[in-house]
Each structure stands twice: as C-alpha cells, then as structure tokens.
T-cell receptor
C-alpha cells in the first residue's frame, strides 16, 4: 500500500457524465500532482499544486478541472470526457515543489470512458 | 530538446541473475535523476534520486550510477527475484523546471524462475 490514496480504483463513465477522482496524503507534503498514463507509456504531467495553489497546468483541456481543497486533498473533476481520455490517472505528492524530493505516487484510478 | 532514452526496451532474465538497465539523457542544465519501479497497474515507486555530485546510490539490491559528464545513468539489479518483474523508469529534471519531470519510456523487465 502507498501513502497516497486514490479513489476510486476503477471508474467507467459515459461521455455525458460528471465524476470526480480523489487523492489524499497525510505526509505533510506541500506539492501535489496529477499525471495521466496511457498503456506502455510514461506518465504525462497534467497539473501541479504547490501550497494549495495551482502552479502548473500543462495545457490540459477544460473538461478536466483540478481542485485542491486543503493541503492533504486533491480532486480531479471530469466532465464531458472523450473515449481517448481513458487512461490510468495517477496522483503524486512531494515534500515541496523544488524538484529535489522524491514523488510519492498513488496506485491510480483506471478510467474508462464509453 | 530535453530527452531521456532508456535501453533496452524490454529484458528477460532468470531468477537469481544480475542485470543492468541504461538511461541516457540530454536534459540541461541538470538538476537530478531518479529511478522508479512501476508494477503493472500500480503507481511508480521511487528507488533512488541522485544529484549532480553523486556517482552512485544504493537501495537494497538496486544500485544506480550517474555520470553527469557523459549524461548517462545505469540501474544495476543484483540477484534478481520474481518480484523485480516491472517497468523501470528513468526520470530527469532540469534546474529551471523542477516540477516538470522528464520521463523515459522505461525498460520492461521480466524475471522468470
């Protein structure tokens, strides 16, 4: 088990649905990340939150909306997704956003868009 | 363009044998290099993280080396176990974009009994 908890583990949604992915860590980390990973590919950065403020948005379509309610929680709100958005969505955290501390990843949410 | 290349793409070894995975990068100016292990369907787990001044770092049976002059790193696995079957990903960051880690495409290792 990892110290970064993601729920749900699996999600199937239609293109008109609205759903949310949740991520939680209690390590006192101040940077949190969303990554998208397609099969046999490396993770791709989507968003970075540093001290609860969005610091990086890698030109992600607006159908993905991140939210950081507090330093321990990170959500990813999904709306009107496309089948090509099906992937493993990984949340990660690190002590800070300086890039010198290791990322701790959750085990991801496997998303299927039908 | 900052890139991270790994070789081989895949590797099959017998249990108990040693193996070495390679990582070459063009990232500059270099900040640090990490090795992650990712089991199928799970998130990556950090093995090592090395800065410019470090040449080698170990984590149990995993030993990473770094040559910042030639921009090469290797991950050596000693006395492989079945549980070592996974993808191993080399990740590099540059000084100016420390949040935007550059991931290699990974080496898929399979250990057979």
């Amino acid at each position: 088990d990892t110290e970064v908890t993601q729920t749900p583990k699996h999600l199937v949604m239609g293109m008109t649905n609205k759903k949310s992915l949740k991520c939680e860590q209690h390590m006192g980390h101040r940077a949190m990340y969303w990554y998208k990973q397609k099969a046999k590919k490396p993770p791709e950065l989507m968003f970075v939150y540093s001290y609860e403020k969005l610091s990086i948005n890698e030109s992600v379509p607006s159908r993905f909306s991140p939210e950081c309610p507090n330093s321990s929680l990170l959500n990813l709100h999904l709306h009107a997704l496309q089948p090509e958005d099906s992937a493993l969505y990984l949340c990660a955290s690190s002590q800070d956003a300086t890039g010198n501390s290791p990322l701790h990843f959750g085990n991801g949410t496997r998303l299927t868009v039908t | 363009k900052n890139q991270v290349e790994q070789s081989p793409q895949s590797l099959i070894i017998l249990e108990g044998k040693n193996c070495t995975l390679q990582c070459n990068y063009t990232v500059s100016p270099f900040s640090n290099l990490r090795w992650y292990k990712q089991d199928t369907g799970r998130g990556p787990v950090s093995l090592t993280i090395m800065t410019f001044s470090e040449n080698t770092k170990s984590n149990g049976r995993y030993t990473a080396t770094l040559d910042a002059d030639t921009k090469q790193s290797s991950l050596h696995i000693t006395a492989s176990q079945l549980s070592d079957s996974a993808s191993y990903i080399c990740v590099v960051s540059d000084i100016y974009n420390t949040d935007k880690l550059i991931f290699g495409t990974g080496t898929r290792l399979q250990v057979f009994p």
